[in-house]
């Protein structure tokens, strides 16, 4: 613990890391501006080559990605009027007017620097909290772990789609594709259906690449015909009385930013979205009307999707839960690695936290300086053919699929994927519970056994234990109100509780 | 798409499948173990595929309340698969049906050839040329600077 800062900065000072994390951030900048690709596409494509790599490499590439990737999507929202990404639509909402009145440079400069802000203060509280969180984690069992694999399904299952219905399925059906293969328990066949090709189940970075990459190039098939508008582009380093201006907005907008990124399931979109309904509500005299052009309504999203980067580290290193979909597909690549991201982490490998955060925070610098630069070359990129980046996007997942294990099979397996994929976005399911379910379905079902077999297979005794452990019965009670939210009888408690405070206030 | 008081064209075909899938994912899932106690490896597979089938039957609820879209299997074709989906599916299947006989490199580029030119409509020349350049430059990456051995097939 002692030397931790010697692995912070591990990669500010080794040339290749040091490569690494900035092709990682530019990538990711460019991948998360074009629409189509999204980050977390290019995290589970690139993973399946990077797991031969060491360990550092691997990480340095990958959080340059997610850093890059989270805030590349405000620029082609700004330019163009298409968020590159979810976590980019309220930034075009004021963006685009902006770039309209020709103070396209001013918005991105402006994003830029608050978005570095956003991202200082994730990895700050990454850095503070992570350790404490785990210390507490140490004393979870099985039991809880359980339940924080329940919850974690259960809000992105709730959070994105059109109904719970279809969030539930899309979950439990992740779980069944999970449990594919020999139980690793008993060393029985799970749907093997007596295939060899099936005891080893199916990898879940192939069920990712299917599912985000191939299907969502489907999806994209739509639009491909949409025009490409061009802008003109002058002052980028913005005004330093803006940046002391909005100080206060932006402190709070990471704050929002970092708790929801840090909450399972919820990431950057979603943090974005309700640090500009925040600044909205708040901000009583903007210069300009919202929706309009509002410098505040483009800040409070964008500092907010690059502090939830910090923010959705926090669970994941510390209990294993994912905190959106891009740290899920990092959990898989932590795995592969042979890490078991959890409460143990940081006490077996604390070098590896310390360079995580290190990692996070130079990825963060070179964000700043490409985010500055290269704005012209960026608009000619943007405006490449959807006709010709598809069937590329197809090409890549195919080789990302194969590279996992070098196996033909997992090709078939992702193309399918992709093709069912396509039917369920069209229909409005979501894809992200498949994949939590695909990561945490195994985790719930052998927490649950060992939960089981500790209670002696007594079903009395195995309920009691939820009730009569503190932290089950907190993680019960938090995990029964986020079940009973999802259901009509939601809205009445809450107005008789809203009802009773009235009263109470009177 | 459609509005939310409309189904969508083939909406309810899809989730007849999704329940019939369902179903039998649940009679797999109960061939694993059976009843045989809580804590086998066929519990948690049966609790998920019967959450399946309860929460298709949910939507299968939700959405036959809501009111068909009309012309049911033209909108299909219309809407969900046109014929750049349609032709992209098929030249999906072709790509995997090839792959094992031509190897990844030749499939990769003749699928290449193929969308492109479908999807972008410029000549010959300058779709070969680019899709050449594409597949050179992803040979590049990942054979020769990430060490990916790409699928070999059995005739090249």
Redesign the interface.
């Known amino acids: 613990m002692e030397n931790f800062l010697e692995f912070l900065v591990v990669s500010w000072f080794d040339p290749y890391l040091l490569f690494l994390t900035a092709a990682g951030t530019m990538a990711g900048i460019y991948v998360g501006a074009i629409p189509g690709l999204s980050v977390t596409m290019a995290a589970s494509i690139l993973i399946s080559f990077t797991f031969k790599w060491d360990v550092n490499d691997a990480l340095a590439l990958i959080a340059g990605i997610y850093m890059g990737g989270v805030y590349g999507g405000s620029r082609t929202a700004i330019l163009l009027n298409i968020p590159g990404a979810p976590s980019a639509i309220a930034t075009a909402i004021e963006g685009y007017p902006m770039a309209k009145r020709g103070e396209a440079g001013e918005a991105i400069g402006l994003t830029t620097v608050m978005s570095v802000f956003g991202g200082f203060i994730g990895i700050l509280a990454l850095a503070m909290f992570a350790p404490v969180i785990s210390k507490f984690a140490i004393m979870f069992t099985s039991r809880d772990y359980m339940l924080l694999g329940m919850i974690g399904i259960l809000l992105v299952g709730t959070l994105s789609g059109e109904s719970f219905a279809k969030g539930a399925f899309a979950g439990a059906l992740g779980v069944l594709i999970g449990m594919v293969g020999l139980d690793p328990m008993t060393a029985e066949g799970r749907f093997t259906f007596n295939t060899i090709t099936l005891m080893g189940g199916i990898p879940y970075v192939v069920a990712m690449i299917g599912f985000f990459g191939v299907a969502e190039a489907f999806v994209q098939l739509h639009g491909l015909n949409k025009p490409v508008i061009k802008q003109k582009i002058d002052r980028i380093i913005p005004h330093f009385s803006d940046v002391k201006l909005y100080f206060w907005l932006a402190l709070r907008a990471s704050g929002i930013g970092t708790i929801i990124g840090a909450l399972p399931g919820t990431g950057g979109d979603i943090a974005a979205l309700l640090a500009y309904d925040d600044a909205k509500r708040t901000t009583k005299n903007p210069e300009v009307p919202f929706g309009e052009g509002a410098k505040e309504g483009l800040i409070a999203p964008e500092v907010a999707n690059n502090s939830a980067v910090g923010g959705a580290f926090i669970p994941m290193l510390t209990l294993g839960i994912p905190g959106d979909a891009v740290t899920a597909v990092i959990i898989g690549a932590l795995y592969i690695h042979g890490l078991k991201p959890g409460p143990m982490l940081l006490v077996e490998t604390p070098h590896l936290f310390w360079f995580i955060v290190g990692n996070l925070a130079l990825a963060n610098v070179f964000l700043l300086i490409f985010g500055l630069t290269g704005i012209k070359v960026f608009t000619k990129i943007v405006e490449c053919p959807k006709a010709i980046l598809i069937p590329l996007i197809i090409i890549l997942s195919s080789v990302g699929a194969y590279a996992i294990q070098n196996n033909p099979v997992d090709i078939y397996w992702m193309l399918l994927f992709g093709v069912i994929g396509y039917f369920f976005k069209t229909y409005g399911f979501q894809v992200g519970p498949i994949i939590l379910g695909v990561i945490l379905g195994p985790m719930i079902d052998s927490n649950y056994r060992r939960a089981m077999i500790g209670a002696r297979g007594d079903i009395g005794t195995f309920f009691w234990d939820f009730a009569s452990h503190p932290i089950s019965l907190v993680l019960s009670v938090a995990f029964l109100l986020m079940l009973l939210s999802q259901t009509p009888l939601w809205p009445v408690i809450k107005s008789l509780f809203g009802q009773k405070s009235k009263v109470l206030g009177k | 798409?459609s509005t939310e008081n409309h189904r969508?064209p083939g909406?309810l075909v899809?989730?007849i499948l999704?329940l019939l899938a369902?179903l039998w994912?649940f009679w797999?899932?109960i061939l694993?173990?059976g009843f045989s106690?809580?804590?086998?490896?066929?519990?948690?597979?049966m609790l998920?595929?019967g959450?399946?089938v309860v929460?298709?039957l949910?939507?299968l609820r939700?959405t036959a309340r809501r009111a068909p879209g009309g012309h049911g299997f033209n909108r299909f074709l219309e809407e969900?698969t046109p014929l750049?989906?349609a032709v992209?599916?098929g030249l999906?299947a072709f790509?995997?049906v090839l792959?094992?006989w031509f190897g990844?490199v030749i499939t990769?580029g003749l699928?290449?050839f193929a969308?492109?030119s479908f999807?972008?409509?410029r000549n010959f020349l300058l779709t070969a040329g680019?899709s050449a350049f594409?597949?050179a430059i992803?040979y590049l990456i990942?054979r020769i600077a990430?060490?990916?051995?790409?699928?070999k097939g059995t005739l090249f």
């Open positions: 798409m969508r909406e899809f989730v999704l369902s994912l797999q899932s694993i173990s106690g809580l804590s086998t490896p066929g519990v948690f597979p998920a595929s959450l399946m929460s298709t949910s939507i939700d969900i750049r989906q992209m599916l999906v790509y995997v792959m094992p990844f990769s699928f290449l969308s492109i999807l972008w409509r680019l594409a597949l992803i990942f990430f060490q990916v051995v790409l699928p």
